[in-house]
């Protein structure tokens, strides 16, 4: 099907949508006279996309805090572009919009302040062969004699931490040559994933889950409530089991468009409110997800990965865009949006998932189809996906329109043309 090229086509589309994982329910369209500035906006709700409707590719479980299912990006993507067009994210975060608009054959461009994000997202778009990262981490000599700078045994048993300082200067004098090829990449990734975790399958004992590493303080805590020790864990074996699990349902057709994507991708690291280096009118869709206020800190749930790649976690925190108050953050938003404008081009989309947070008490889509406005976009609605609450949303304490449900709120813009 062609991308569709217009507003009214869009809303179209949009409202005449029929669910088929909720009994065939159509969508429920509300005209409404926003509070901000009395704009006027649809809101178009159903069940647009859901984990059941088609099984995301494997190479997706990296885990990240805040993040979208991948059924989101390939929603828009597949409805508004086409072929060769570029995707772009401004806060890519683990590459969920970058690695499923690969997949599906488009360009990509990705932008996050925290280079973590590049660790993540970039070695997915060039899979390697199982068997390659087994040889090469049958190479890499583990020195049982090594010791971490800082205090890491609550975590760690001893000879798994001399195994991961042994990895850590291996991949750090890699790259100080400049030879850390692909395959290196992608054992900094998956090695970046499996520090911390609450199961066997991570390098660590019990704690939180990957996405969220505690202090060393609270680490000790969870030890002593648990009676636990931290366990021998098998650093390489684990890291090839991650591998398998990443690649074992991802189909040739899908590996040959991240390979292709890979020769043309462009990964940045600046303040999403300039970014020079993508040219005026060349990106036909962003979709993204921006930092919601000040509700996740970045460098205390980094801090070991950061470690373990050789990065300050404060001054990343410092370049991410964090706001305390909804005016600080629309002040920010509004800078993003002018230069989202710059660089879209005419007839191009921006679908901005914008979510609910400080439990429900402020929609920020009320608050972004302004930013979106001024900065030259036409708003094509606001397309609310609604579900029933996941784990995740209930340990963020959402409170929705209809109580025991979840949503996304994705305010959709078009550049006139």
């Known amino acids: 099907m062609p991308p569709i090229n217009n507003i ?244 040739q057709t899908e590996a040959d468009n991240l390979y292709s994507a890979s020769g043309n991708a462009v990964f940045l690291s600046n303040n999403a409110v300039s970014v020079p280096e993508i040219d005026d009118d060349s990106v036909a869709l962003t979709v993204t997800s921006p930092p919601f206020l000040d509700i996740v800190q970045y460098s205390k749930d980094n801090w070991l990965r950061c470690w373990f790649n050789s990065l300050d976690a404060g001054e990343i925190e410092k370049k991410i865009t964090m706001a305390g108050t909804t005016a600080g953050w629309c002040q920010v938003m509004g800078d993003v949006f002018r230069e989202l404008f710059r660089i879209t081009k005419p007839g191009g989309w921006v679908a901005f998932e914008v979510g609910e947070v400080r439990n429900g008490k402020v929609c920020l889509d009320e608050h972004v189809v302004p930013l979106g406005i001024n900065a030259g976009f036409e708003c094509a609605g606001v397309v609310i996906n609604e579900q029933h609450f996941t784990k995740t949303s209930n340990i963020w304490g959402i409170e929705n329109r209809k109580k025991g449900t979840n949503t996304n709120r994705i305010a959709v813009f078009r550049k006139p043309e």
């Open 8 to 251: 009214t086509e869009f809303r179209k589309e949009i409202s005449g949508f029929i669910s088929t994982y909720n009994g065939g329910k159509t969508t429920e369209t509300l005209a409404e006279v926003r509070t901000i500035n009395e704009i006027p906006c649809n809101l178009y709700v159903n069940e647009f996309w859901t984990s059941r409707q088609r099984q995301a590719s494997s190479i997706h479980e990296v885990s990240y805090r805040a993040c979208f299912k991948p059924q989101l990006p390939r929603f828009f993507i597949e409805l508004l572009t086409n072929g060769k067009d570029v995707v772009y994210d401004p806060f890519t975060g683990r590459g969920t919009t970058i690695i499923e608009a690969a997949l599906l054959g488009r360009f990509v461009i990705s932008n996050d302040a925290n280079p973590l994000s590049r660790i993540l997202c970039e070695p997915r778009l060039t899979p390697p062969e199982i068997q390659d990262v087994e040889k090469r981490l049958e190479e890499i000599e583990y020195d049982g004699s090594r010791r971490a700078d800082i205090d890491l045994s609550m975590f760690f048993h001893e000879s798994t931490l001399s195994e991961i300082v042994s990895l850590r200067d291996y991949l750090a004098e890699r790259r100080k040559e400049g030879i850390e090829d692909p395959t290196d990449l992608w054992i900094r990734m998956v090695a970046t994933n499996r520090l911390t975790g609450h199961s066997s399958g991570f390098f660590s004992v019990y704690t939180l889950p990957p996405n969220q590493a505690v202090s060393p303080e609270s680490q000790v805590k969870i030890n002593k409530k648990r009676d636990q020790v931290p366990g021998y864990r098998d650093t390489k074996k684990l890291i090839l089991k991650k591998t398998k699990s990443l690649l074992k349902n991802l189909e």
